[in-house]
């Protein structure tokens, strides 16, 4: 049961990545985890735009976009919904016992930024949450847009998840003023699932340090403290950190303008193989993502046949449709470590499946 996968998280993780896991365990309090640990922030600094730090969480990027509404909501909360993680946000929020707005777009839609500017007017918020890159429908919003109308309210405190575009695009957390940027180890960076990588403006842990039910598993206060001696505050997934450790060579070997230059190179040819076919691409024209591609399904193909072909014959496998847009819409990765080798085969396999994929029944 070998295939690979072109759907947007999990994706694909390299061999070289899979060996770096695979050491012998160290103490995480150690001198050599805090060695390994305080070798990452500079080169994570970087990526993340910030003279912050970055800190480690053993969760899914979950994890820590629910500790943001755990540390940070005071008042209330706005939540941008514009796809299915974004949407489930404000739920979340809601679930942590905060008072929340919703800023509702239909899926594929950008978050507006006046839309943003008149909801921020009220003066109801503390916080607001967005997720730049809605991986459920491949729709990219203007994060520097958004930030600007962020921006004119100095009370209310930004969160933003990067999760499907972090390090394939630009994203500088503090010249942009955002206050927790939050990004996850299994999509954008190739890694396998369980780790959350976060950084927390100043203002942002002085707000955390006075709210009151942060808990303990996601408490910033925490994690800065343990920062501070190189550590995390509970055992990390030290597997997972020596795969970062990994990752974080290759990407400076590449260097990471080639990576973003890559990026927008290889979701262009997917993007034009599928145009060339005569699909079109669901979200808002002039905002598709540039990590992955979700494409609606306007020549009606029956997307689980073509899929179950690309995994028996090709060995790979692509994704038919988030929640409600299944069937709808199809989704592929360019996420990580993908080459333009990688996506020509992609591409190959991808015109052999369909020619042998019958349209789907009438509904
Ligand atoms: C996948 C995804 C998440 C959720 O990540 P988990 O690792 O499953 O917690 C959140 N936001 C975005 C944009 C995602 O793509």
């Known amino acids: 049961m070998s295939y690979k996968l072109f759907i947007p998280g999990p994706i694909a993780v390299s061999e070289k990545t899979l060996r770096a896991m695979a050491q012998p365990m160290i103490g995480h309090r150690s001198t050599d985890f805090v060695a390994l640990y305080q070798s990452l922030q500079p080169e994570l600094q970087t990526l993340f735009y910030t003279q912050d730090p970055v800190y480690l969480s053993t969760s899914s990027a979950w994890g820590t976009m629910e500790g943001s509404i755990r540390n940070l ?57 967005l997720i730049h890159n809605e991986t459920s429908c491949g729709c990219m919003s203007d994060i520097a847009a958004v930030m600007k109308v962020i921006r004119e309210f100095p009370e209310v405190y930004s969160i933003v998840d990067t999760v499907s575009s972090f390090s394939a695009v630009p994203i500088k957390k503090d ?58 505050p509970s055992t990390p997934v030290i597997p997972l950190i020596y795969a970062l450790k990994s990752k974080l060579e290759d990407i400076k070997a590449e260097g990471i303008q080639n990576r973003y230059d890559r990026h927008l190179r290889l979701n262009k040819k997917v993007r034009d193989w599928a145009f060339g076919k005569g699909f079109k691409l669901f979200p808002k024209e002039g905002y598709g993502s540039i990590s992955l ?16 072909t690309l995994k028996s014959k090709h060995k790979l496998v692509i994704d038919g449709g988030y929640g409600k847009l299944k069937g709808k819409t199809f989704r592929i990765s360019n996420m990580g470590d993908e080459t333009d080798a990688t996506i020509a085969d992609l591409i190959k396999a991808l015109d052999s499946a369909l020619a042998e994929t019958p349209k789907a029944a009438a509904s």
């Not at 909360?77 to 707005?101: E, I, T, Y």
């Open 175 to 232: 010249e942009l003023g955002i206050d927790v940027l939050i990004t996850g180890s299994q999509k954008a960076l190739a890694l396998p699932p369980g780790l959350s990588l976060f950084s927390v403006s100043k203002r942002a842990l002085e707000r955390a340090a006075t709210v009151t039910d942060r808990g303990y598993y996601f408490d910033f206060v925490e994690f800065q403290a343990n920062h501070e001696k190189g550590m995390t």
């Open 73 to 129: 909501v005071k008042r209330k909360v706005l939540n941008c919904m514009n796809g299915a993680f974004s949407d489930k946000w404000f739920d979340v929020s809601q679930r942590c016992g905060k008072q929340a707005g919703a800023l509702k777009a239909e899926w594929g839609q950008p978050v507006d930024p006046d839309a943003l500017r008149k909801e921020l007017s009220t003066g109801q918020y503390d916080a607001v949450t």
């Open 293 to 308: 591609n979700c494409f609606a399904n306007t020549l009606n193909v029956d997307l689980a046949a073509l899929n179950k």
